[in-house]
């Protein structure tokens, strides 16, 4: 053989090995890449499952979100009536206690009036019982002064009868002796 064939024949070997070496690299790289495929494929189907379990639990967790919403909206709506009635409750509550206060200062101004009107009635009372006091010491007074004007009026009526009796008699007396009758003054 020549050289050439050698050299020849010695490539040839050399891909042969090679070519077969070329050939295990690719069933290995097609067995590796048929498991990394079937890898993939299983993979691939456990993130589907993945998927669609995490679509549902974000479809249950956007209900579950709406729930919550809807229930912290009535929530929410339930404080703000209970806030609105407080607040009503509270303003009806400063308008009576402001009309109390209104009452209770009208309680005390006709308080201090009614003292005031009181004290002028005590007073009143008390000068009208002096007067009173007064009155009937100046009644008794009187009395005092009565009885004995009423003794003199009796003494000077006495004296006057007896002495109209007097003067009758003298005047009998002296129509009878014949004389002309005389008025007399009777002064006392």
Not at 41 to 53: M, Y
Not at 74 to 95: C, H, N, V, Y
Not at 129 to 143: C, R, S, W, Y
């Amino acid at each position: 053989m020549s050289t050439a064939g050698k050299v020849l024949s010695v490539l040839v070997t050399l891909m042969a090995v090679v070519w077969v070496l070329l050939a295990a690299a690719v069933a290995q790289l097609n067995r590796n890449g048929t498991k990394a495929v079937e890898d993939l494929q299983k993979q691939v189907a456990k993130l589907e499952v993945d998927v669609k379990e995490a679509a549902r639990g974000l479809q249950a967790l956007k209900d579950e979100t709406h729930l919550k919403q809807a229930q912290m909206q009535l929530d929410l709506t339930g404080l703000q009536a209970r806030q609105s009635d407080l607040e009503k409750a509270r303003s009806e509550f400063k308008e009576i206690s402001a009309r109390v206060q209104y009452q209770l200062a009208d309680a005390e101004s006709n308080y201090k009036k009614g003292t005031a009107h009181s004290e002028e009635r005590t007073a009143e009372k008390e000068a009208e019982t002096k007067a009173l006091a007064d009155a009937q010491a100046e009644v008794e007074k009187l009395k005092g002064e009565r009885e004995e004007l009423v003794g003199r009026l009796n003494s000077l009526r006495d004296h006057f009868k007896a002495k109209l009796e007097e003067n009758r008699n003298l005047a009998k007396r002296l129509q009878s002796a014949g004389a002309a009758p005389v008025r007399t003054s009777m002064a006392r």
